[in-house]
């Protein structure tokens, strides 16, 4: 399939590649505007993570509580790491008439992004509840937590895309 030239280039008279070259801008600029939501929060969650680490308190935790930490703080590195690599293969990418490529693999590394927030956020939920009411306690509210995660940000879309025959 011949490449899509990017925006601000003469793309011809073709009202079908103008189609595209509109196409392709719109999905960019829509994709980069929900990382632009999604990139704080990971931003704030790696933050505390960070910060934790280097508490007095954290040298009594549990040997479960310091891997529930860990893998909290690896799916966060991970969710940053696929979260950004649109905006930086972008930008090495500019004006290279590779959009819809860009656009292909940005939109998994986004979706790879959002799951690893996913588990972090379970696993902080995790390590939060243990630490204030119990272990029983905290595995019900991650349970609850990553149940509702599941259902509405990977469920739902999933199966109404199924249902529609996408």
Do not use: C
Request: no cysteine; proline share 4%; net charge negative.
């Amino acid at each position: 399939m011949p490449s899509t030239p990017e925006l601000g280039n003469d793309a011809g008279s073709d009202s079908s590649d103008d189609d595209d070259v509109s196409r392709l801008d719109r999905e960019l600029i829509e994709l980069l505007n929900e990382l632009r939501v999604v990139l704080p929060g990971v931003q704030v969650l790696f933050a505390f993570l960070l910060t934790v680490a280097f508490t007095t308190e954290f040298a009594k935790a549990s040997s479960t509580d310091r891997t529930v930490y860990f893998i909290a703080f690896a799916a966060t590195t991970l969710a940053s790491i696929f979260l950004i690599a649109p905006s930086a293969q972008h930008r090495l990418r500019f004006r290279r008439h590779d959009k819809e490529n860009l656009i292909k693999w940005s939109n998994r590394y986004a979706i790879a992004g959002i799951a690893f927030v996913g588990i972090a956020i379970g696993a902080v939920v995790y390590l939060i509840a243990d630490r204030l009411y119990g272990t029983p306690e905290a595995i019900i509210a991650t349970t609850a937590a990553v149940v509702l995660l599941v259902l509405i940000w990977f469920a739902y879309p999933i199966g109404r895309a199924a249902a529609r025959g996408e």
